[in-house]
């Protein structure tokens, strides 16, 4: 069973559409981390939500932690080709580890 | 700033011979360590990560390695490869704030090994 869970698992779209991508869970984190990764890279960092029902805009992404601290969402508006990637979610888990969720894999089509 | 590195980038080798991944972080000292495996596409599986120098704590059983000589250098390492081991190993540090909650992990460039 996984921690996190994240939604939905493949999105393919065409450019200058909006989507939105979750990260959920049954326990409350601290804090969740957004990362993108592209094909035979490492994650990059995002975004870091802390307080529970914050929202962070970086450009045309926003990122919101959930009141409960147990879920969040991004959002994407007006997608580009260069926003294509597998998008992952964590969150700190036992202090020194954290735990990452299985991914969305975003396809967007010029 | 600080800069996280992987060497080698891609490694292909046979079946029962050794391995031996190695990640440096500069620009910082005494950060926690992480090893990842990756699974096409996936997310992320830790293998080991590392509080300090000699301090190794495993999550996954497997025939794999970790140490970590100095500060900055952590090591992956396997005495008879298999092929369930080949995938993404990706190295990671983390930059502690002082505040947990606002802790975060920064990855290197990946390894990406195949074992034939």
């Known amino acids: 069973t996984q921690l996190l869970e994240q939604s939905p698992q493949f999105l393919s779209i065409q450019e200058g559409e909006n989507l939105t991508v979750y990260c959920n869970s049954s326990s409350v984190f601290s804090s969740l981390q957004w990362y993108r990764q592209e094909p035979g890279e490492g994650p990059v960092l995002l975004v870091t939500?802390?307080?529970?029902?914050e929202v962070k805009k970086l450009k045309r992404l926003t990122f919101q932690f959930g009141d409960a601290r147990k879920d969040s969402s991004l959002h994407i508006t007006a997608a580009q080709p260069g926003d294509t990637g597998l998008y992952l979610c964590a969150g700190p888990f036992y202090g020194q580890n954290f735990v990452f969720g299985p991914g969305t894999r975003l396809s967007v089509l010029p | 700033s600080q800069t996280i590195h992987q060497w080698p980038a891609t490694l292909v080798q046979p079946v029962g011979s050794p391995l031996s991944l190695e990640c440096t972080v500069e620009g910082t000292s005494n950060p926690n360590l992480y090893w990842y495996r990756q699974a096409a596409g996936r997310g992320l599986q830790l293998l080991f990560y590392s509080v300090g120098i000699g301090q190794i704590s495993s999550e996954v059983p497997q025939n794999l390695s970790a140490s970590r000589p100095q500060d900055r250098q952590f090591i992956l390492s396997s005495k008879k490869l298999l092929l369930s081991d080949s995938g993404f190993y990706l190295c990671a540090w983390r930059q502690e704030r002082g505040i947990a909650s606002t802790d975060t992990q920064y990855f290197g460039p990946g390894t990406r090994l195949t074992v034939l």
């Open positions: 939500v802390v307080t529970g029902g």
